[in-house]
């Protein structure tokens, strides 16, 4: 049926679950050669993306879909992407990070549909989805099992992409002493009763299991009775676009520097409603580091990445302009490419509150 038809491999999971972090294992594997990677972020910034350009080695291409899911508002362009990456015959096989609020029942039914049609040059080969053990338990698994109201939209959410899929990773099991890492099987397993649940630590894990192992089985899922209630919420919500379960993103960019210790204020007193938020930052006592500043659910980090081209001397500035005339068009001329560009993702978020308290903390 798919003799000579490329495999398409989706990796789902909700905000902030390791999902990047996975498929840069995966990209190290030589499984990975002749692989072509489609990454969707939410945000109109796709940060995901540049963090898994440095781990580009054996794969022939990556492209970029930002600013909506592939489930609903871009899931047409994301379509023609597929179909135009497996007319190519260099690539082997389609990797794609969705979206942390993609429903993957409604992706699948775009699959379903070009896979009825005979013309058509790949097929939906396995859906992962990748779940925080942590957080699951911390924070969503009373709600899970017994069916609370309190943030029904989320929890939605969390459960179509623990059911709809062929693989779970449960990521960060370090976190976790045994007894609570078997709660979290528990009641996955609850959710999703045949899928292959995968423990794994920093996102390390056998990549065969997720390129050669159990494959996405639409009969399997549709019979399900809990596949039928997500196809009835995702039926109710076609038309909602990137606020699809309540849940919105916004970019705040500034050039100007941050205050240290005001950026710390704002992280001490941070907006409960926030969700996920990713992004590059600059202080004013450091002109030289590019900080990449990552949050998800209690979880927040700030760590160097690496130098804004605007610290390099006149000849290595240079050789950037040379190979990457692009980095002009957005060049300030007292600030060169540094900038502060975060992408949020929260329930309920009050942006221009949020937008406000961070500009509170420029550096004057």
């Not at 409603?273 to 002109?287: H, L, P, V």
Request: some cysteine; hydrophobic content about 40%; proline content about 2%.
């Amino acid at each position: 049926m798919f003799f000579n038809k490329k495999p398409v491999t989706i990796i789902t999971g909700y905000l902030g679950s390791g999902k990047t972090t996975v498929i840069n294992e995966l990209l190290k594997s030589k499984e990975s050669q002749g692989l072509a990677i489609i990454v969707n972020d939410m945000g109109s910034v796709n940060i995901d993306a540049s963090k898994i350009k440095d781990n580009l080695v054996n794969q022939y291409k990556m492209v970029e879909l930002s600013n909506g899911c592939i489930c609903c508002t871009l899931q047409e362009e994301f379509m023609t992407q597929i179909e135009a990456l497996s007319k190519d015959k260099k690539v082997k096989r389609i990797l794609v990070e969705a979206s942390g609020i993609s429903n993957p029942a409604a992706i699948a039914e775009g699959f379903l549909m070009y896979q009825e049609d005979t013309t058509a040059s790949f097929y939906l080969d396995s859906i992962t989805t990748v779940v925080d053990a942590d957080r699951i338990y911390s924070e969503f698994l009373d709600d899970m099992e017994n069916d609370s109201n309190e943030d029904a939209d989320v929890i939605n959410l969390v459960m179509d992409q623990i059911e709809f899929c062929n693989s779970v990773i449960l990521n960060k099991c370090d976190l976790l002493p045994k007894e609570k890492i078997a709660q979290v099987k528990k009641s996955i397993r609850q959710l999703q009763k045949k899928a292959n649940i995968i423990e794994a630590t920093y996102g390390v894990i056998d990549v065969n299991l997720i390129f050669n192992g159990n494959k996405f089985d639409y009969d399997e899922v549709m019979n399900s009775s809990l596949l039928q209630q997500a196809l009835n919420r995702e039926k109710s919500l076609e038309d909602s676009g990137i606020e699809e379960y309540g849940i919105k993103s916004f970019v705040y960019e500034n050039i100007k520097p941050f205050d240290h210790d005001l950026f710390d204020e704002f992280l001490e007193d941070y907006p409960e409603e926030i969700i996920r938020a990713k992004g590059y930052i600059w202080f004013s006592d450091d002109d030289i580091h590019v900080q990449l500043f990552e949050q998800a659910g209690r979880n927040a980090s700030i760590s160097i990445v690496s130098n804004w081209v605007a610290s390099f001397d006149e000849k290595e500035k240079q050789e950037v302009f040379d190979n990457y005339p692009d980095i002009l068009e957005d060049w300030d001329e007292k600030y060169g490419d540094r900038l502060n560009q975060i992408v949020f993702i929260g329930k309920d978020v009050d942006e221009a509150e949020i937008k406000n308290k961070l500009d509170a903390c420029i550096s004057i």
